[in-house]
């Protein structure tokens, strides 16, 4: 029997700040065990009647703009300065705008720390829990998102840019190709329709046939009669009591009115970035150096993954925009070899980006014939990305700047990130290989692009075994205050290699069987 800390009567509940895919998700499984929840969002509640079919309008639209700062040695802090991180502010989250790509960790991955040993400069950890552990809270992920290839349903079906992946690879002797899964529906399921292949996931999927917390898990919350949404409500900061447990939010509401949320449970889920920013700015007597900082763990050990792609040009037309955009996976070099010469390993997928965007992300500051040459022949281009794990180093971090405050009067955050000779030793290694499957499958040109803002953020709010490795435990709960979690991506303990979303669910879930639990004991 768990210790009934939480005293929950009829009028308590549980706040939860973030409304993306950990605490949009949490909030419904909250809703469907019984538990009244307040869900404050940052952005605004936006209809699909609204999305347009326009990546860079789409992009401004849904992202998070608000400014930040970056620093490190990795070039996006020199390419992108005040946008270093890629993610979302309207409800829904990061799911609004995400591609549907849904894998699962290995056990190997994670316990990276035992299985690459001591590898220099990184603050490698094993995570808490076992892959059996979180397998149940998969296999419900993978059903309420109605992944592909999973529980019958069908896989994507293949587009140009994956025919030429797939013949390149082939011929290279690859063995582990596939279009992937998707959280993107083939068929109807859950009242959502298929996909049409409009390539316009990203823009915030007008038809609806991807899943997200905007069209699944926050609707079906507010159907159950327990949520109470409140979209533009920025959160500023968290309060705790005389024992030093979480109590209560301190939010602005859209008029710009300052409130007090009192709270049984607290749950951050803004993200990567922003979640340590809330916890270092909510610094008390008692927490000097933010709220759960006790050993200095908030905000360090930031992952990104090395997402890099390559871009190449064919003789024909192949119109890579066409279709689900990420439909397809290479998972050969996903395991962790120590004869390439780094730990971990990468997956490899497709990639591609409307003309607009890929301009701008093909190489920042290229200019002249020889780019517009590329450009002109946007037609005849695939596009082919790898996510493999990066090192985490405790000196990548999200600190609060010193000098400069947002409207709301919280400091802006800075993202400091230095690549670590195993990130760069397997970027090259991806390099390579995307280059050579184009390059098989005809390719007479291919562009080594460089990083785009961090799309898979992770890692700043660690779990960890004991208190002095991180900032939570097993069940996402803070070492060091009491009824304050963390639902999102923060809470990875290792980045693994594969694309987050598909865990970040799976962890909320199983965050919503502990804490209905120990509120009903
Ligand atoms: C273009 C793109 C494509 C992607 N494709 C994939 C993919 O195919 N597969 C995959 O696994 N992942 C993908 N991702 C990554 C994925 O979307 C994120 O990993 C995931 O959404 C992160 O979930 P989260 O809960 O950590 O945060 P988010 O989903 O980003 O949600 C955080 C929410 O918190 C809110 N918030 C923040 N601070 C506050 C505050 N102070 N007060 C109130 N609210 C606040 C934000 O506005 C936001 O709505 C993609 C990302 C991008 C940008």
Redesign the pocket.
């Known amino acids: 029997m768990l210790a009934p800390i939480y005293e929950f009567s009829a009028d308590d509940v549980v706040v939860i ?8 998700t949490l909030a419904n499984e909250l809703c469907q065990r019984g538990l009244k929840t307040i869900l ?4 605004r509640h936006i209809t699909p009647a609204e999305f347009v079919n326009d990546d860079w309008a789409a992009y401004e639209m849904l992202s ?1 703009l608000d400014k930040r700062t970056a620093s490190g040695n990795w070039r996006v802090a020199r390419d992108h300065p005040n946008a270093p991180s ?10 609004v ?7 699962r960790l290995t056990q190997a991955e994670m316990q990276a720390r035992s299985l690459y040993g001591d590898v220099p400069g990184t603050s490698l950890i094993d995570w808490p829990l076992s892959l059996a552990e979180l397998e149940p809270y998969y296999d419900q992920a993978e059903r309420k998102m109605g992944v592909t290839r999973t529980n019958g349903l069908p896989a994507m079906p293949p587009n140009n840019n994956f025919k030429v992946m797939y013949w390149g690879a082939k011929r290279l002797g690859l063995r582990e190709i596939s279009t992937g899964r ?1 959280a993107i529906n083939t068929v109807p399921y859950d009242n959502r329709p298929a996909t049409i292949q409009d390539g316009f996931s ?1 823009s915030g999927d007008q038809h609806g046939a991807r899943w997200s ?1 905007l069209n699944v898990e926050i609707p079906k919350a507010l159907e159950s009669g327990r949520l109470d949404l409140r979209a533009s ?4 900061g968290i309060e705790h009591d005389n024992n030093g447990a979480a109590k209560a939010v301190i ?1 602005v509401d859209a008029n710009g009115i300052t409130h007090r949320q009192a709270a049984a449970v607290v749950v951050v ?4 970035i ?2 340590p ?2 916890l270092l700015n909510s610094a008390s007597g008692r927490y000097p150096d933010g709220l759960a900082n006790g050993f200095g763990h908030v905000g360090r050990h930031y992952l990104r993954h090395i997402i890099q792609t390559v871009w190449s040009i064919f003789p024909h037309p192949v119109n890579m925009h066409r279709g689900e955009l ?1 439909g397809g996976l290479i998972a050969d070099f996903s395991r962790h070899d120590p004869s390439r010469g780094f730990a971990g390993g990468y997956y490899i997928e497709l990639n591609a980006m409307g003309l607009p965007t890929t301009a701008a992300f093909l190489n920042p500051g290229w200019w002249g014939r020889d780019f517009a040459d590329v450009i002109a022949q946007y037609a005849n281009m695939a596009g082919i990305f790898m996510t493999g794990e990066d090192m985490p180093q405790p000196g990548n971090r999200v600190t609060l700047s010193e000098t400069e405050t947002d409207a709301f009067g919280v400091p802006v955050a800075n993202l400091h990130y230095d690549d670590h000779l195993n990130d760069l030793l397997m970027r090259n290694h991806g390099y390579k290989t995307l280059t050579a499957i184009h390059q098989a499958a005809g390719a007479t040109r291919s562009i080594e692009a460089p990083a785009y803002p961090a ?4 890692g700043s709010n660690r779990m960890s075994a004991k208190p002095e490795d991180g900032v939570l435990d097993r069940n996402g709960e803070a070492h060091e205050v009491k009824n304050l979690f963390i ?4 809470a990875f303990a290792s980045g693994g290699a ?5 865990s ?1 669910v799976a962890l909320a879930i199983r965050q919503a069987d502990f804490i209905a639990k120990r509120a009903q004991s």
């Not at 890629?86 to 799911?95: D, E």
Request: aromatic share 8%; net charge neutral; charged share 10%.
């Open positions: 700040i973030g409304s993306g895919a950990g605490g949009g404050l969002e940052a952005g998070w890629w993610h979302c502010k309207l409800v829904g989250g990061t799911t705008h995400w591609s549907g790509c849904t894998y998707h990203v917390t409500c920025r959160a500023t939010y889920a803004g993200n990567c922003e979640s920013r809330l990420m799309s898979h953020n992770l639902a999102d991506g923060s594969c694309n987050p979303t598909l970040i």
